[in-house]
């Protein structure tokens, strides 16, 4: 039998490509994304799209409300910063930055796995084309899958027969935009299904002009490729 | 200004002790509790009560589903241990036991404190007592600690000028029921108001025979003193 992973899937490009690439791996894969309250909740349309697709042997859809949490552009009445074309060179955490998201959802993720019997987990986290969020970083991914192993009883019985319960994957968190293009390409990913934007238009359609929007777009260009999801995302 | 600390309520008698604590220390308590799915949702109307007593500056109660992920007695159909007298002996983590649910109430917390301004999250896990549950030993909350360092912007700043964002406080985690039940009277904690029960009945009322009814009456008749909680936890 095939081992499991719990792969987060939000609907935007990297996390396709992390699902087709686990696919690739021989997991079976558990999808899990996340109705959190984001004004971008569209994605989730493109999530489903996108599991259903590759094949998956489960798809939890779980609603967690971080706007009572608030204090991010994505989840509170913060404006999302638009046309920063520098935003790759820029030295900030932005205001798009959602308090301890990726440790929400990691902690969703390890109890599903734990749950489900999967001994893996992958997310679509990326450090190297700029996005100045903390929980981004292999340094942050290496201690949070520590604590994993220390908070779990698979993690305990594991570790009282010398091995560990939990492994993490994160396979774009070195890559550029540009690779991230390739590699879906080479995998098969169906862009198309796929949005990327923190402020999409009352029909879904990408704004063009936050980060999100930017940093997609510098990607395709930058590997010479048509992008044929965002504008296209809702169809 | 008083220092801001998240405090986990979950209408038991030990967290009762740590807001408590908490607050003779100095600190102004945000309380957040979870409506997870649990058997035992009597304790969120606990909580309540405890919190409006204790007096704190935000009361935030969140739903969270455990039920879609199960595997515990807690959150699925499985049934509760009743009359496990030995309960402090045994050398197993119990099938109470939630998948990453410390884990997933500590990470809502750092986010709730991240984006409050809360220096401090408090919570009231114990492992002398037998419990059995692995996150709720030291080692667990001393990797979650390092890794919540890492995974916020708070974490971040602090870092880079020598300090530490996040300090969590687990005042009972090395307390036997009875010193708990000694340090609570000592702080005017009011039992009266808390249930420490896995499966109530449908009233309300605490089963008396799982291994939290039989933990708590171990404590106080150890510290001899009369419980003037669980059986009037609905009043």
């Not at 074309?85 to 734990?114: G, H």
Request: hydrophobic residues 45%; charged residues 20%; glycine residues 8%.
């Amino acid at each position: 039998m095939a081992k499991r992973a719990v792969v987060l899937v939000s609907g935007g490009m990297d996390s396709a490509v992390v699902l087709a690439w686990m696919k690739r791996e021989g997991f079976d894969c558990i999808a899990l994304s996340f109705d959190y309250g984001q004004r971008h909740r569209v994605e989730l349309e493109c999530a489903r799209r996108v599991v259903a697709k590759c094949g998956v042997i489960e798809h939890l859809v779980t609603k967690i409300d971080l706007r009572t949490i608030g204090a991010s552009a994505l989840t509170a009445d913060i404006a999302v910063p638009k046309d920063r074309v520098d935003v790759i060179s820029r030295q900030e955490i932005p205001v798009t930055y959602v308090p301890a998201r990726n440790t929400l959802f990691l902690s969703y993720a390890l109890a599903l796995a734990e749950s489900r019997g999967a001994s893996d987990i992958a997310l679509g986290v990326n450090a190297i084309d700029y996005s100045g969020y903390p929980d981004c970083r292999p340094e942050f991914l290496a201690a949070f899958s520590r604590m994993a192993n220390l908070a779990t009883r698979a993690g305990v019985e594991a570790t009282a027969s010398g091995g560990c319960a939990f492994h993490f994957h994160a396979p774009l968190v070195a890559l550029s935009k540009c690779e991230i293009v390739k590699l879906g390409a080479e995998l098969g990913v169906d862009f198309a299904m796929t949005i990327s934007c923190y402020d999409p238009t009352s029909d879904g359609r990408p704004c063009t002009r936050c980060d999100a929007c930017h940093l997609r777009a510098l990607g395709f260009a930058e590997a010479q490729q048509v992008d044929a999801g965002q504008s296209a995302a809702t169809r």
